[in-house]
């Protein structure tokens, strides 16, 4: 049931709850301001008192599906002493997200400005990682660790978005998307 008076600051949180649902529904072709703000119960100029335009919306959810992303990176990277197994479960994780989340994976990647610090903080997660594991000496200090980090990433991405995309079991990926990733880092990074 639409709400129609909020608290400071809650209506800007649901508008960006009902941005995420409507993009889970119906993706970002049918997506708009109105529909939101209908959803949230609210007039149709109520959402420009938080965002500029349907892009600043977007990269509101995009900024909140970064720092999920971050948390879950960081859960992840903690779970385990080990640097190599760190690498691989990282990249689980990452393809995991997609899956668990595929349209805000989406629109983290297709929002026009950048999502600001938060994208960057949880790439940091990985780029650590790769710290960790090339003064382990797990991986080879060659190249740097901010350009390793950037091809371990470059490569998860495309994996996570070959494997979102129907029948991707043509191009070979029928298998769980943590054992693709796994798989996939092993062979990269020669683990």
């Known amino acids: 049931m639409p709400r129609t008076s ?18 889970a529904e119906r993706g970002h072709e049918q997506f708009s301001l109105n529909e939101v703000a209908r959803r949230a119960g609210v007039s149709t100029s109520a959402p420009y008192r938080h965002f500029e335009n349907r892009d600043e919306l977007l990269t509101a959810v995009a900024a909140q ?8 990176l960081e859960r ?5 002493a080990d640097a190599t197994e760190r690498l691989l479960r990282l990249g689980g994780a990452y393809v995991r ?11 983290m990647f297709r929002s026009k400005p950048d999502a600001g610090p938060v994208g960057h903080e949880s790439f940091e997660v990985l780029l650590r990682a790769v710290a960790d594991a090339q003064r382990e000496r797990v991986l080879s200090t060659k190249p740097s660790a901010e ?11 495309g994996l996570a978005a070959l494997s979102l995309r129907q029948p991707h079991e ?19 990074l020669g683990l």
């Open 76 to 80: 992840t990277a903690a779970s385990t």
């Open 6 to 23: 909020y608290h400071h600051g809650a209506l800007r949180q649901a508008l960006i709850d009902g941005a995420r649902e409507i993009l």
């Open 65 to 72: 599906g970064y720092e999920t992303l971050r948390q879950s």
């Open 170 to 188: 043509r191009f070979g990926m029928s298998a769980p998307p943590e054992d693709l990733a796994t798989s996939t880092l092993s062979a990269l």
């Open 147 to 157: 350009l390793l980090a950037t091809s371990i990433w470059a490569t998860l991405h």
């Open 97 to 107: 997200f997609s899956h668990d989340h595929p349209d805000l994976f989406v629109t």
